[in-house]
């Protein structure tokens, strides 16, 4: 509930919760930013330091307030104002905060936990400074304390006030920094939440599961409206089709007959869109508008991506391609590479593996994604995928939009499709309806840099369904290290004859793989499989749980996020769960995920 309070400001009252958080308009003077400290907050009064309107205003608290001590025994009261401007200015100032507590609350073990919660709103370079002071008037300077009712026996109210270093003005007041501001919003509204979830378990009878559970669950109507408009704009063209050659085939042919002798030529889909039509349009959607300072954060990176995509496309087959993608899909890291290179020593060249079993066609693979894809609509009827054979693809697969594209020279053993099925459609096409199920439509289209986590996850699957082999294995390093020849500076032919000479891979399966690294210009996504299995290895040994990760397309550092908005009932529970999480081998397997396994100890199938 949002009720407008004529003259004054506004209260925003989500839901009954132990507290009411306010801020005081200054009558004097601009304070930008200051006022949207508490927008994002379940219970707030958003007031006026007006002598005129005190009466109405107390007014309002006081009910508020009498409410919440009826309903909880006691209420939190807790104002904050800002000192006029920061001690430094700049981008890495050090928030400085000053802690008021009247005479009646002596509760010391509560003050330092909000201390040292406050201390956490720091910078990586130092922790926040924080003062605690008693006074027998808690208010902001000049101005007289917040009315608030008598209580009862039982009954009780904390009144507590905050000063906060305005790090987001110089130190003269003239400028504005809003980006120092969104950044201390967010780590000042998680610090507010922890401090509120505790006064709610120590002092009153409830004690919600999660501080984030105490987060705003009705968001204002903007953030629908420039979700729907970036993910509008992110489906409207597919980069992963656009860079990708549509005569693969011929090119090897032509390669071949050349005997590997000169770099192919490829040949592209035309660019459905305006790349500057898209960027206008990317850059009128109206951020300044979403109240919530984590999503605004989010849908600044959806932003700043989608700028990125279409330049990098409107730059295929030029030298400016490759500096995109490495802004986009980044590089390998050393430890990458020493890890790829652990994989390539434990699995030579030659190798082979053991019981592979009868070999897949198109057709045939086909037919196990689609029995896959019918057991996903018996858990969500709306899930619509489809399988489609494409002419244009070279001996592969890819899912566009939440359908399966095959090649139509697909050969695979069959203990392998039956993984890879768990891989595309168990994941990226399981994801991608699961986000098509949620409100958020940018989890459906994919939360910036999702790439990592979802081939992450999708390798990660392949283990669970026990079908990742030491071979499958091999390749995603070798993919490793033909994108680090890329970056490196060698051309297509150095890379292929790596490929087929050190590294021992038969000319044709050497040439797909270095025409998916080489196409359009230089694309380093395909280093992501490898370094995305670390990272969600490393997030389920560090607690994270492995079904909030099937939600719909996001990283890693969103899971935290998307953790948050599902507490606060802004997500739903997924309605999809991939076939390979009722295997009964599954437990065992993810239990010595969580053990610390790392990649190379995936190579547990043996070769001969």
């Known amino acids: 509930m949002k009720r ?45 330091a007006r002598r005129t309107a005190a009466g109405v205003q107390d007014e309002v608290v006081r009910s508020v307030v009498t409410d919440r001590c009826t309903r909880f025994n006691t209420c939190l009261l807790l104002e904050v104002w800002t000192s006029g401007v920061a001690a430094v200015g700049g981008a890495e100032c050090v928030p400085e905060f000053r802690l008021f507590t009247g005479p009646e609350f002596h509760d010391a073990s509560f003050l330092r936990f ?20 008693r006074r027998t008037k808690v208010a902001p300077p000049r ?28 130190p003269d007041g003239k400028e504005f920094f809003p980006l120092n501001l969104r950044r201390f919003r967010r780590r000042f509204s998680l610090a507010l939440r922890r401090i509120l979830h505790e006064f709610a378990c ?28 970036l993910a509008a704009l992110a489906e409207s063209f597919d980069p992963l089709l656009l860079v990708t050659p549509v005569d693969g085939a011929a090119a090897w042919r032509d390669f071949r007959r050349r005997q590997g002798q000169q770099v192919p030529v490829f040949h592209y889909r035309p660019l459905p869109m305006d790349p500057g039509e898209i960027k206008r349009a ?65 699995v030579p060249p030659g190798a082979r593996e053991r019981g592979s079993g009868p ?20 858990q969500w009827p709306g899930m619509g995928a489809q399988v489609r054979v494409r002419p244009d693809l070279m001996g592969g697969m890819l899912v566009s939009a939440g359908h399966l594209h095959l090649a139509e ?24 309806w699961n986000g098509a199920a949620q409100p958020l439509q940018l989890l459906r289209s994919g939360l910036p840099g999702y790439e990592d986590l979802q081939e992450g996850l999708a390798v990660l699957a392949e283990h669970l369904s026990g079908g990742l082999s030491p071979l499958r294995l091999r390749l995603l390093a070798l993919r490793v290290l033909a994108v680090a020849a890329l970056v490196d500076g060698a051309d297509f032919v150095e890379t292929w004859r790596m490929l087929t000479g050190e590294m021992g891979l038969k000319a044709k399966d050497a040439f797909t793989m270095t025409m998916r690294v080489y196409r359009s210009g230089g694309y380093t996504k395909d280093a992501v499989y490898l370094r995305g299995l670390e990272q969600v290895l490393g997030y389920v040994q560090e607690g994270g749980r492995l079904e909030l990760l099937w939600t719909g397309k996001f990283a890693v550092r969103h899971a935290p996020l998307v953790e948050e908005l599902l507490l606060r ?20 397997r993810l239990e010595k995920v969580r053990a610390g396994l790392q990649v190379v100890d995936l190579l547990k199938r043996g070769t001969k």
């Open 4 to 48: 407008e309070l004529e003259g004054i400001g506004h209260l925003q009252v989500d839901r009954p919760q132990p507290f009411l958080l306010v801020w005081r308009r200054p009558t004097r003077g601009e304070a930008p930013g200051d006022e949207q400290l508490l927008t994002s907050e379940a219970s707030y009064l958003l007031g006026t």
């Open 114 to 133: 909000c201390s040292h919660t406050l201390e956490g709103v720091g910078t990586r370079r130092a922790p926040a400074r924080v003062v605690l002071q």
């Open 143 to 170: 101005l007289p304390e917040l009315g608030v009712p008598r209580t009862g026996p039982g009954r009780k109210v904390v009144r507590l006030g905050l000063e906060v270093a305005a790090i987001w003005r110089s």
């Open 202 to 229: 120590e002092f009153t009878p409830t004690c919600p599961v999660h501080f984030n559970a105490l987060g705003k669950r009705v968001v204002n109507r903007a953030v629908w409206d420039v979700d729907r408009r």
């Open 282 to 346: 990317v850059y009128s959607v109206p951020l300044k508008k979403v109240e919530d300072p984590a999503l605004f954060s989010l849908f600044a990176q959806k932003q700043a991506e989608i700028d990125r995509q279409v330049t990098m496309l409107a730059d295929r087959n030029t030298g400016r391609f490759l500096y995109g993608s490495m802004q986009l899909h980044g590089r390998p890291s050393a430890g990458l590479i020493r890890t790829a290179r652990a994989i390539l020593d434990a």
């Open 359 to 378: 070999r897949v066609n198109t057709a045939a693979f086909a037919d196990l994604a689609r029995a896959e894809m019918a057991r996903y609509r018996k």
């Open 409 to 432: 020279d697909l050969s695979l053993p069959m203990v392998r499709a039956r993984a890879l099925v768990q891989h595309e459609v168990g994941t990226h096409v399981l994801t991608w």
């Open 569 to 588: 009932s802004i997500l739903a529970t997924a309605p999809l769960r991939p076939g390979y999480a009722d295997d009964p081998d599954v437990p065992a």
